[in-house]
Nanobody, 124 residues
Framework: QVQLVESGGGLVQPGGSLRLSCAVS????????IAWFRQAPGKEREGVSC????????YYADSVKGRFTVSRDNDKSAVYLQMSGLKPEDTAVYYC?????????????????RGQGTQVTVSS
């Protein structure tokens, strides 16, 4: 059974940091493209970042480039999203997903497996 479980969300002040974790089970992590998406109320899904677990190649949305860092630990079957310099517009539910395409096309990719999401709220 494939499961993705996110953790690490919460309330943070503007300029603060959070680290999200995505625990993956049921799939061998070393051959996947795993992406982070976010969705704010009333808005469409936005691709945030993707990591190719075979070699660690990463991709980022322009809106988070330089502030967010995605990484993976294949031995722990986990993917992480380190977020710093958070802004109110980063407020959303963040979820990880196994994308059905190459990481380079993650933003428009379908996903068969995704987590339930974790809320990130950036507010003073």
């Amino acid at each position: 059974q494939v499961q993705l479980v996110e953790s690490g969300g919460g309330l943070v002040q503007p300029g603060g940091s959070l680290r999200l974790s995505c625990a993956v089970s049921g799939f061998r992590l070393g051959y996947l493209a795993i992406a982070w998406f976010r969705q704010a109320p009333g808005k469409e899904r936005e691709g945030v970042s993707c990591i190719r677990t075979t070699d660690g190649t990463t991709y980022y949305a322009d809106s988070v480039k330089g502030r967010f860092t995605v990484s993976r630990d294949n031995d722990k079957s986990a993917v992480y999203l380190q977020m710093s310099g958070l802004k109110p517009e980063d407020t959303a539910v963040y979820y990880c997903a196994i994308v059905n395409s190459a990481c380079s096309a993650y933003d428009s990719s379908t996903t068969d497996y995704r987590g339930q999401g974790t809320q990130v709220t950036v507010s003073s």
